[in-house]
């Protein structure tokens, strides 16, 4: 059973930037896909980046040009570099991993606040 870790969360100013990390306590190399969600007080989950062992690198529309999504599976480390941050940004920011391309298992981080405000 991998455990995912999220850390690097926090106060960011409006424009500036901010790096999340994502640890696995075991290997994610064979892992299909990993990937960053957040979710907003009052609003569902969402799909913010996810990479996967296809070379596909999926962004959503709100963060496109601003953020980048890194997988590290040597270090089992995925990193989310956000940059121009904006308010709208503000939630909980979660990190994902599937096992596989179907009959897969999920896994799941325990989520870290990232506040955008001067």
């Known amino acids: 059973q991998v455990q995912l870790v999220e850390s690097g969360g926090g106060l960011v100013q409006p424009g500036g930037s901010l790096t999340l990390s994502c640890t696995a306590s075991?290997?994610?190399?064979?892992?299909?896909?990993v990937a960053w969600y957040r979710q907003a007080p009052g609003e569902q989950r969402e799909l913010v980046a996810r990479t996967n062992n296809d070379g596909f690198t999926y962004y959503a529309d709100s963060v496109k040009g601003r953020f980048i999504i890194s997988r590290r599976n040597r270090q089992n480390v995925i990193l989310l570099l956000m940059d121009i941050v904006k308010s709208e940004d503000t939630a909980v920011y979660y990190c994902n991993a599937e096992s596989a391309r179907t009959s897969s298992t999920t896994f799941w981080g325990q989520g870290t606040q990232v506040t955008v405000s001067s």
């Open positions: 075991g290997g994610i190399g064979s892992f299909y896909s």
